[in-house]
């Protein structure tokens, strides 16, 4: 069985690598070959005679699966699935796999390290109080909140502490999360431990809702949250739900969070929402495009955080992903298939 994985770096960085793969795969005769990156013109040539694949970002398009007389399986080395062609796989009858669940925990820790970051302004202070230029600021793709100085701000005070901004306490405020899955739950379950009042825009019964999580019209979760979070998929009716109309029903003073999908947002919008002083700031580690083109509108707005794309990718959760696949791979082969999304 010929196996290829078409864009393995973004999986393993340069701390992990595919050798329990390849392990699991070497006892069954099986012959793997991998790829760091692979452009979309490069696909059907590297995949000809593979019966399995595997691919994070690399589109299987219609066309790709029918250039493919030996593919049976396809793996998704991430949760979601749209990389496929769904259609196309189950014409020709292929199990299509994903890894479900793998990055909870990281994504909503980021979640919180992105809101704890504008309440207590801490990349601000960090920078504000370094006697050189902060290493992580010499190559910022967006603005950081400061500059670093010297000497130190705080060592020129008089008093015990400097600060020069408000600082924001999560207590009691309204947390809005579109999207109760396993992430939406994780963040809920954390803003809960900050005595934070959470409200959810879930297909879920309330009486099927943790006692403390309140389920509630999308107008208003947009209407009384201090910190709104997308946790949902990408589709027709969420593209863009995020718009001028809607940003106008929230409060001025809110924070918006996306870790979900970056079309989940009208950016266009965002960004006029943040010069305009209608939002308080905006929170991503998704875009429309990544990397994002040049004139992308939010990598000129004020009070804008964007990381990029990191929130899945603690070592934890890319060893889980590999974990995961390599088990998912030997699922299929034993012909007792696991997390299958299509076939």
Wanted: aromatic letters at 6%.
């Amino acid at each position: 069985m010929k196996i290829v994985i078409l864009d393995g770096y973004t999986v393993t960085q340069q701390d992990l690598s595919w050798k329990s793969l390849e392990t699991a795969l070497g006892t069954a005769g099986a012959q793997l070959t991998v790829y760091e990156r692979t452009r979309s013109e490069e696909t059907i040539a590297r995949c000809r005679e593979a019966e399995a694949v595997f691919t994070n970002k690399v589109l299987m398009t219609a066309e790709v699966i029918e250039a493919l007389p030996h593919l049976r399986y396809i793996g998704v080395l991430a949760t979601g699935y749209n990389v496929v062609d769904g259609e196309a796989a189950r014409r020709r009858g292929i199990t299509v796999t994903n890894i479900p669940a793998y990055s909870t925990a990281s994504v909503a820790q980021l979640v919180f390290a992105h809101l704890l970051n504008i309440t207590n302004r801490v990349a601000h202070y960090a920078a504000a109080n370094a006697t050189a230029p902060a290493e992580s600021t010499a190559n910022a793709t967006v603005p950081v909140a400061s500059a670093a100085v010297s000497p130190s701000r705080w060592s020129q005070t008089p008093d015990f502490l400097w600060m020069d901004t408000p600082l924001t306490e999560l207590a009691g405020k309204t947390i809005g999360i579109y999207g109760l899955g396993n992430i939406g739950q994780a963040v809920a379950a954390i803003a809960l431990a900050f005595g934070m009042r959470v409200l959810a825009m879930t297909s879920r019964a309330q009486e099927s809702l943790a006692p403390s999580i309140t389920k509630a019209s999308w107008e208003t979760v947009l209407r009384e949250s201090d910190v709104l979070t997308l946790h949902c998929p990408l589709t027709p009716e969420t593209r863009e739900m995020i718009n001028a109309r809607t940003l106008a029903m929230m409060k001025p003073t809110a924070i918006l969070i996306n870790t979900g999908r970056g079309p989940l947002v009208n950016e266009q919008d965002v960004a006029a929402a943040l010069h305009a002083g209608h939002l308080t700031a905006y929170c991503a580690d998704v875009l429309s495009t990544e990397p994002p083109a040049a004139d992308n509108p939010l990598l000129t707005a004020p009070r804008c955080y964007l990381t990029p794309h990191i929130a899945w990718a603690t070592r934890e959760a890319r060893e889980r992903l590999i974990a995961t696949a390599t088990a998912n791979l030997q699922a299929f082969m034993a012909g007792q298939p696991i997390n299958v999304v299509l076939s």
